[in-house]
């Protein structure tokens, strides 16, 4: 066996060895990256799920039947109709 061909059995396993220790380095990075990304992903999403609540508690409290009934009232002058201008079907 020469020289070259010696030296190429002894360093085609150390660069195959490189190689896999890069990629494994690699790997870890973005595991590491996916991992910081989906724990923003859920505190984002428990903060929309705070909004959203928030919201409907909101919007509930905006249209209440009696509150509703207020603002035709003292707002728009609207009262409730007299029986004979209920038209029914």
Known sequence: ????????????????????????????????????????????????????TQLGLEVASLTRPERLRRIANDKLGMQPPHPMQVVRP
Do not use: C
């Open 1 to 52: 066996m020469n020289r070259l061909a010696h030296k190429l059995f002894w360093l085609l396993p150390a660069l195959a060895i490189a190689l896999l220790a890069v990629g494994q380095v690699w790997l870890s990075h973005l595991r590491y990256e996916t991992s910081q990304a989906s724990q923003k992903l859920q505190e984002e999403k428990k903060s929309v799920a705070a909004d959203v």
